[in-house]
């Protein structure tokens, strides 16, 4: 057996290309989901990304209040907006605007 042929034998199946990462560091995000009918309003940035698991990238995120970093995967997460909550008083933020 030539050293080609044993290479193309062992390769493996092709990598199955996994999702892009969405979001870049030092973008706002939300965790997705609600907690007891309300909608979450910690907001985090992304410090890091990380691999994929499951084909989800992941990303670490810090919410300035937390002593701590979380991974999150990126269906879990969704963008904030750069306007959202500027002119929204705290009972807006919180239950929305209708």
Known sequence: ???TAYRRRNIGPP???AETHLFALGDSVRLKGR???APATNNYR???TLPPVGG???YRIRNEEERHERVATQDSLEPVDAADGLDATLSERTFGHG
């Open 1 to 3: 057996m030539t050293i």
């Open 15 to 17: 990598a199955v290309d």
């Open 35 to 37: 907690i007891g009918g």
């Open 46 to 48: 992304i410090t890091g």
């Open 56 to 58: 989800s990238p992941q």
